[in-house]
Structures are given as structure tokens and as C-alpha cells.
């Protein structure tokens, strides 16, 4: 779709974008990124601007994490409320059983939102603003190419349309190229380790789980249950994972890696033998835990600091190589400076590797960069990843890294099963192994 009619802003970095945004709407977000002080500064701040809000209190918006804009535990409540705001006439069962269909939410409506994958997220936080259209002044949408795959941009354009057809004005803050879906074909934009690939060994026999946590129960009569069809494969990092949203791929990274509960086994075996595998997800603002950068690389492990700064050197003097458009200091952020999102990943990725882990799983790695900071940074990371001999697996639904990547897994849903009302009860996710496109 040509965004005709519609304000598209591209920023060169997060925090550049996110303060633009947060200004459009009146700061209401707290900083999340940049360590707890900032974060309870913003947040007291919310309640000292008093009835100042109230001129912008109709701007309709989707952060850049959807999850940050959703206050309520399950889709059907999100809506719910959505519709108090926008009007009694917005509360009838069979509008809301419409837009939950029409946004392809109609098995999820009962489902804890944590257990949501990031495409069904923002395709919720898509419908609750579809919903507002009647009660908005104004649409603004953060970074709203980065968690749809190509096939789902259908809903994020039927929203702008929506909004367009009623004279609403809409504004896309976007990172730089974000958007792009040309595959990556120079070598030059890679790094000297893709060229020197790392095999490894992936194996799912017989997994089970339930999906959501153990608080699920409270919330769900039947949580949904998955299966994992048993899989077997040689493989070459870097390994792609592809799939469009909601397939599991996230969900499958969590398994490997030991984030969530599962009966059955899943393994990465490489030369020295079964290790586990450590993942830096999409959202890496909420993995910190809102640590500082210092302390993220003081508690890699015990005596642990000094390999860590080590890695994390390596990475950022690659990334500087390969992108010429950002410098950054190879020993972390100045003294009393805030990280940026960049140096957060790179610190996350440096304690996972002084793990001497067995693989590492990036999720979405282009989350919260540019395409040209995206691509450095993915390419450092190969490379000093398989200096140390550990395979890395990406999982996106960008078609950057279609091209080069050196063996690559879809990942699929199948077998959906819905109880009588409609909830999602069980469904099971397959492997394919398949050729570089």
C-alpha cells in the first residue's frame, strides 16, 4: 500500500523516534530504555501534568512495543474498553465478535495477552484502535512495520484507511527503512564470519506444553495446549527461521532455550556437545528488566564482567567497520549516560556468549534499529559468535536475510483445534527444512 494522505516520519535511531513520539502524545509513555531512573521520572511526571492532558487525551496510538498500549488482561477486555471510549454503540456482542474476525483475533479473544505471539498483539492493538476511530482526533503508530510479516500488513492498511476515509490524520514514526523488504546480496554488508559457517545439531522429540504460565489457570478454564512435531536435522548457522506471525517460531526459541515449560526433548548439539542455547528476545527493553547497562555486564556470572566487556568490544568494533553511519565507544556508554538500545542488545548478546552458550537465538533482531544498523549488527554477531563456535539462529519475518543465510527452517501451525465458544483449545507446530530463496 502507498500511504498516501499519511505523515510517514523515519528516524536514524529508537531514541530519536521515541521522543518524537512520546512528545505527539504528551509524554504519557515513560522511557523504558533508558535505566529505572529515567523511568520513574517520566512516570511521576504523568500525574504532574494534570489537565494538560486533556486536549490530547483522543489521540489514538500504538507504541512500539503494542503491548505497552494494551492495559487489560485479555483481548475480549481490551476491546471491551475500547468500546466504553468510543461509545455505548461499540459495546454490542456482535460488533466486537466482528472486528475480533475481521482482525483474526476470533480464537484468541479469551487469551492472556502475555501468551499472545508479537503479530497477534499488534493486529489486537490494530483492532482496539480501529474501534476508537469515532472518538480519535488524531492515529499515531510507532515503528508499525516491525512485527507484521508481509501477508498481515492488511490489517495495519485497513486501519489507515479507516482513519483516512474520515479525514483522521495518521502518523507513521518509522526507523529508517524499516519498511524495505529488498534481500540483503552484497557481500561486502555481511561480516568475515557468515563465511565460515558452524554446524550444529537440532533435535524436538515428543514436546509438549501448555501454553502461558502457570497464572494462566486463573485466568483460562483450558489453557491451549501445543504440540511439537518431532524434528531432526543437521543445520548451518546462520540458521533462519521463517514463518509468518503466529506460527510459534518465538514460542519454539523459548522451548530451546528453556524460557518456558515443556515436557519432551529439544537440544542444540555442536563439537562440544549439548549446551544450552540463550535468547535475546524481540522486546530486549523488557529481558533487562529495566537493569542498567552496568549492571546487565556485572552479572553475566561470578568474575564473569571482564569476558563479557571483552565480547561485547569485539561486537561494537565490528559493527563500527560495518557501519559507518554510527560510532560507538567499544567499552559501553559514557559515565552517567543512559545505553542506547543498540549497546543494551550488544550487552545482553555479550553475557549470553561469555555463557559459552550452545547457540544463540536472536528474535526479530531488527527490532528498535534502522535497516543499516540492523544488518551491521546482525553481521557482528555472526562473526564473533562463530569466532567463539557458537551457531546463531535468527527468527524473522524480514525477507533481508533470505539470500545469504546458510540453511533455513519454516516453521508452521497446524492441526487448530477451538472449543464451542470459539476459544483456541490445542494446535501443533511443524518444522520444514527448506532451500535459500
Known amino acids: 500500500m502507498n500511504f498516501v494522505n499519511t505523515i510517514v516520519k523515519p528516524f536514524p535511531t529508537f531514541e530519536a523516534r521515541e521522543e518524537a513520539f512520546r512528545q505527539r502524545i504528551s509524554t ?40 505497552d498500549c494494551l492495559a487489560f488482561s485479555t483481548p475480549r477486555k481490551v476491546l471491551l474498553a475500547a468500546g466504553m471510549q468510543a461509545g455505548t454503540a461499540r459495546l454490542k456482542p456482535a460488533f466486537l465478535r466482528d472486528v475480533a474476525h475481521q482482525f483474526d483475533l476470533g480464537k484468541n479473544l479469551d487469551q492472556p495477552i502475555r501468551s499472545l505471539s508479537g503479530g497477534e498483539t499488534v493486529k489486537l492493538a490494530l483492532a482496539r484502535v480501529h474501534i476508537l476511530v469515532d472518538a480519535a482526533s488524531d492515529l499515531a503508530m510507532a515503528s508499525p512495520f516491525c512485527w507484521l510479516d508481509r501477508d498481515n500488513r492488511v490489517y495495519l492498511e485497513s486501519v489507515v484507511r479507516r482513519y483516512q476515509k474520515k479525514r483522521i490524520p495518521v502518523t507513521l514514526f518509522t526507523l529508517t527503512g524499516e519498511d524495505k ?24 522429540n515428543k514436546v509438549r506444553l501448555v501454553l502461558g504460565s502457570t497464572l494462566t489457570a486463573f485466568n483460562m478454564p483450558s489453557p491451549p495446549r501445543v504440540r511439537i512435531s518431532d524434528f531432526e536435522a543437521e543445520l548451518a548457522s546462520p540458521c533462519l527461521w521463517v514463518g509468518g506471525n503466529g506460527q510459534g517460531k518465538s514460542l519454539m526459541a523459548k522451548v530451546l532455550s ?8 529439544a537440544n542444540i548439539n555442536i563439537e562440544r556437545g549439548s549446551r544450552q542455547a540463550r535468547l535475546l528476545f524481540q522486546d530486549v527493553i523488557t529481558q533487562t528488566l529495566l537493569r542498567s547497562f552496568d549492571v546487565l555486564r556485572s552479572q553475566a556470572f561470578p568474575n564473569g564482567s571482564e569476558k563479557t566487556g571483552k565480547i561485547y568490544s569485539k561486537i561494537m568494533s565490528t559493527f563500527n567497520r560495518l557501519n559507518h553511519n554510527e560510532q560507538f565507544s567499544l567499552s559501553g556508554p559514557k559515565r552517567n549516560e543512559a545505553s542506547t538500545l543498540l549497546e543494551t542488545k550488544v550487552v545482553l548478546v555479550a553475557v549470553r556468549l561469555a555463557r559459552r552458550s550452545g547457540c544463540l537465538i536472536l528474535d526479530e533482531p531488527d527490532w528498535g534499529l534502522s535497516q543499516m544498523a540492523a544488518k551491521a549488527f546482525v553481521a557482528a554477531v555472526v562473526d564473533v559468535s562463530h569466532d567463539l563456535g557458537v551457531p546463531v539462529i535468527l527468527i524473522t519475518h524480514k525477507p533481508w536475510w533470505n539470500a545469504v543465510a546458510n540453511s533455513r527452517i519454516e516453521i508452521f501451525k497446524s492441526n487448530v483445534e477451538t472449543a464451542v465458544d470459539g476459544r483456541l483449545t490445542s494446535f501443533q507446530i511443524g518444522f520444514k527444512h527448506v532451500d535459500r530463496t
Open 181 to 204: 523488504t529488498q534481500k540483503i546480496s552484497d557481500n561486502r554488508e555481511l561480516g568475515a564470519g557468515w563465511f565460515t559457517p558452524v554446524h550444529f545439531h537440532l533435535t524436538f
Open 258 to 265: 528453556g524460557a518456558t515449560a515443556y515436557q519432551g526433548t
Open 28 to 67: 504519557l509513555l515513560p522511557r523504558t530504555h533508558a535505566g529505572p531512573g529515567v523511568f520513574w521520572k517520566d512516570f511521576s511526571r504523568i500525574f504532574d501534568l494534570g489537565d494538560g492532558r486533556q486536549s490530547l487525551k483522543n489521540v489514538a496510538y500504538i507504541t512500539a512495543n503494542p503491548r
